[in-house]
């Protein structure tokens, strides 16, 4: 019996973290795709990118979450797969407030099923949410199936 042939096996995308700040200045490259993510108490990035998937959910894990706050959704999860996917660039910028969880998070997810490897959770510049990076990772995973 062959083995299913992922859908991430042909691409060929270089993924790159940033906070809102930078996120806003680089928008005005037409040669990179977006990813979005807000708090549900922050307004929205100013990103001119109309290759741009907006999302909003707060940096949570169950179990620890405020009475206000927004989790990471599966429709979340299935967006930013069905983006990535769909995109003709061959970069992505990921990017939250901070630039160091949640977008991190996303980007590894992202990295581990595009390019098979983790270097993310090695870097000190960020601590992915490991919520965001599972629900990312299982729902890639089971695309399709």
Same mark, same amino acid.
């Given at each position: 019996?062959? /083995?299913?042939? @992922?859908?991430?096996?042909?691409?060929? =995308?270089?993924?790159?973290?940033?906070? /809102?700040? *930078?996120?806003? #200045?680089? @928008?005005?490259?037409?040669?990179? !795709?977006?990813? *979005?993510?807000? !708090?549900?108490? &922050?307004? $929205?990035?100013? =990103? #001119?990118? /109309?290759?741009?998937?907006?999302?909003?959910?707060?940096?949570?894990?169950?179990?620890?979450?405020? $009475? *206000?706050?927004?989790?990471? !959704?599966?429709?979340?999860?299935? $967006?930013?797969?069905?983006?990535?996917?769909?995109?003709?660039?061959? /970069?992505?910028?990921?990017?939250?407030?901070?630039?160091? @969880? &949640? !977008?991190?998070?996303?980007?590894?997810? #992202?990295?581990?099923?595009?390019?098979?490897?983790?270097?993310?959770?090695?870097?000190? &510049?960020?601590?992915?949410?490991?919520?965001?990076?599972? $629900?990312?990772?299982?729902?890639?995973?089971?695309?399709?199936?």
């Amino acid at each position: 019996m062959m /083995k299913p042939v @992922s859908p991430f096996s042909n691409l060929d =995308i270089d993924i790159e973290v940033m906070n /809102k700040a *930078s996120a806003e #200045l680089a @928008s005005f490259n037409r040669d990179c !795709s977006f990813i *979005s993510i807000r !708090s549900h108490d &922050r307004d $929205k990035a100013n =990103i #001119l990118n /109309k290759n741009t998937l907006f999302l909003c959910f707060d940096d949570e894990q169950p179990g620890t979450v405020y $009475k *206000s706050a927004v989790l990471m !959704s599966d429709e979340d999860a299935e $967006k930013i797969i069905e983006f990535v996917l769909g995109i003709t660039t061959n /970069k992505l910028i990921v990017h939250c407030e901070g630039g160091v @969880s &949640r !977008s991190a998070g996303v980007a590894a997810a #992202l990295e581990t099923l595009i390019h098979g490897n983790t270097n993310m959770f090695d870097d000190a &510049r960020y601590v992915p949410n490991g919520y965001v990076y599972n $629900k990312v990772l299982n729902t890639g995973i089971n695309y399709n199936l």
